[in-house]
């Protein structure tokens, strides 16, 4: 299926699509399965399922919890194919997760690289795009820098506080069909816009890493998936969270990395420690030391917390339904994160809480 001409363009332009990978049938099965677990997810974290849908747009480790998308990345087709994209022909996954965007629920992911999220030192790796449904090109499709993988890492943008900009005459759409795939180079440049022209948009991606990556958690401190790493500093990842696809090879090279811990600052709110921020900001003016998100979950708690927060910082009460949204949000969103890692990639509530409290944080 991966031809030596595609491997070619792949290297040369930094991605590369290959159209038909997956049958509808085995897409619409990975959909169902989805749908599922997302409903499971939701009654094991005691959220509202309408809630759920409203507010979690990313969920996590999928492979851990359904049998079908393990066979997927770990024996079947995407596993077929990762190895042939590495110089010696084997993998690591790093994780997987499905991002959805639902029609005028959703939200732009802005422009990126993704291995400068990875807390691992090995630039050389890539994103497997594998969507679920017809993508026209305002349906929230990849848009990439053809060649900017050759660029070099820059620093991890912040969703938050960072813009970037590409002239439109340098970005590609990758306007695709279900079961269609796309492998991305970790250090090409992409984004993707709102989807406004489809009632859903899912996309199932997995993140590979080569084999012999170490951990350098100064490059990542903040990602999830520091929770599931169990070696030390400069190690080779755990092969439990972090399996090998293709013969294991381990050699003694290290990779020059950034140093990217000014991520780990708490002087002002950023996509890296909003959630963090947010909660002590919280526990300190409410006076709560226990679960806050469980807290602000129930009405009549949120209520009596929007009255203490709109008196002590003297707020205008018509502040009281936007309030109350953000706080709701978050508590979905809490919740979702301790449980199952499971967020929101959009921002939106922390970008409003920064909004109402910005004298104050």
């Not at 066979?71 to 596993?79: P, T, V």
């Not at 939200?107 to 790796?125: E, F, L």
């Not at 696809?245 to 811990?261: A, C, F, L, P, R």
Request: net charge positive; hydrophobic share 35%; aromatic share 12%.
């Amino acid at each position: 299926m991966i031809s030596v001409n595609d491997l070619k363009l792949y290297k040369e332009n930094g991605y590369l699509v290959i159209r038909n990978f997956l049958s509808t049938q085995k897409i619409e099965k990975l959909n169902t399965n989805y749908d599922n677990l997302r409903k499971k997810l939701a009654k094991q974290s005691f959220i509202k399922y309408s809630d759920y849908q409203k507010e979690i747009s990313q969920i996590r480790d999928i492979w851990k919890y359904d049998k079908e998308y393990e066979q997927l990345i770990l024996e079947g087709e995407i596993a077929e194919i990762a190895p042939l994209f590495f110089k010696e022909a084997s993998c690591r996954l790093l994780h997987d997760h499905v991002i959805n965007k639902p029609l005028k629920n959703n939200g732009t992911v802005p422009w990126h690289q993704d291995y400068t999220y990875w807390p691992t030192d090995n630039p050389n790796g890539l994103s497997i795009w594998l969507p679920f449904n017809d993508l026209d090109k305002d349906a929230g499709v990849l848009e990439i820098i053809p060649k900017s993988h050759l660029w070099g890492e820059e620093k991890p943008i912040d969703f938050i506080n960072d813009t970037k900009f590409f002239s439109a005459d340098v970005i590609k759409h990758l306007t695709v069909k279900k079961g269609d795939l796309v492998i991305l180079d970790a250090l090409t440049w992409h984004k993707t816009s709102e989807n406004i022209s489809i009632k859903e948009r899912k996309a199932y991606i997995s993140l590979w890493i080569p084999t012999n990556s170490r951990y350098t958690p100064k490059h990542a401190s903040w990602h999830p998936v520091n929770d599931n790493i169990t070696v030390k500093e400069n190690e080779v990842l755990n092969n439990d969270w972090f399996p090998v696809i293709g013969k294991e090879v381990i050699n003694n090279q290290n990779h020059i990395y950034m140093d990217n811990s000014s991520t780990e600052s708490m002087s002002k709110i950023t996509m890296f420690n909003a959630s963090k921020i947010a909660k002590n900001f919280l526990q300190r003016h409410l006076n709560l030391k226990k679960d806050i998100w469980t807290y602000l979950y129930i009405d009549q708690n949120r209520y009596k917390a929007i009255d203490i927060l709109i008196a002590r910082f003297k707020l205008n009460k018509n502040s009281i339904n936007e309030l109350n949204e953000v706080l709701l949000s978050m508590a979905i969103n809490g919740i979702a994160y301790q449980n199952h890692r499971g967020r929101n990639v959009y921002n939106k509530s922390y970008l409003k809480f920064k909004k109402i409290f910005k004298n104050e944080i």
